[in-house]
T-cell receptor, first 113, second 115 residues
Framework: AQSVTQPDIHITVSEGASLELRCNYS??????LFWYVQSPGQGLQLLLK??????LVQGIKGFEAEFKRSQSSFNLRKPSVHWSDAAEYFC???????????FGSGTRLLVRP | EAQVTQNPRYLITVTGKKLTVTCSQN?????MSWYRQDPGLGLRQIYY???????DKGDVPEGYKVSRKEKRNFPLILESPSPNQTSLYFC??????????????FGEGSRLTVL
């Protein structure tokens, strides 16, 4: 069965510092991979997605993620965090004709001034 | 403005009192779905619909019902709510199967408390 693991429940970084959020997936074939962000009191918004091709994908708000098949990982990165990036981040995996996305448990990002 | 609208946003109710959470989207999307979000568990799919009058169970359908009589609306019905249904509920829509498109458009969520 497909599954997504986000090993970090909370991460705190200083404003201006770099960020990496971890995501590991379990899936038999090449999955479709996504990162979503949930700001306080809001629904989830798609940051970026990977279907195939270049393993480094760019998203909105300056985020990027790298697909590493050998490590079954799809980590999210940002070179310099802004206070407005404080939110909860969800990694998700999908499969054609599955009619759903499977979400990880989320990582809450706190940003220190 | 393209959006998914849920109502109510907040609700406190008592065990056994039937309730409905409405969901409407204005993007002419074929696919709609309900998820619940619980701490440490992420989002889990309750039901989904690929078209009018076509609905199917997700991973946690027990205790819930849905209907899709119109393309834009997908209400979630709790016939006899129980405390374990206390959760944050999200409605989401997509042009097509999100397993293909990857992009789900989410409502702002409905926080339900069952006493």
């Amino acid at each position: 069965a497909q599954s997504v693991t986000q090993p970090d429940i909370h991460i705190t970084v200083s404003e201006g510092a770099s960020l990496e959020l971890r995501c590991n997936y379990s899936y038999g074939a090449t999955p479709y991979l996504f990162w979503y962000v949930q700001s306080p009191g809001q629904g989830l918004q798609l940051l970026l997605k990977y279907f195939s091709g270049d393993t480094l994908v760019q998203g909105i708000k300056g985020f990027e993620a790298e697909f590493k098949r050998s490590q079954s990982s799809f980590n999210l990165r940002k070179p310099s965090v802004h206070w407005s990036d404080a939110a909860e981040y969800f990694c998700a995996v999908g499969q054609a004709s599955s009619y759903k996305l499977i979400f990880g448990s989320g990582t809450r990002l706190l940003v220190r001034p | 403005e393209a959006q998914v609208t849920q109502n109510p946003r907040y609700l406190i109710t008592v065990t056994g009192k039937k309730l409905t959470v409405t969901c409407s989207q204005n993007m002419n999307h074929e696919y709609m779905s309900w998820y619940r979000q619980d701490p440490g568990l992420g989002l889990r799919q309750i039901y989904y619909s690929m078209n009018v009058e076509v609905t199917d169970k997700g991973d946690v359908p027990e205790g819930y019902k849905v209907s899709r009589k119109e393309k834009r609306n997908f209400p979630l019905i709790l016939e006899s709510p129980s405390p374990n249904q206390t959760s944050l509920y999200f409605c989401a829509s997509s042009l097509d199967d999100p397993g293909n498109t990857g992009e789900l458009f989410f409502g702002e969520g409905s926080r339900l408390t069952v006493l």
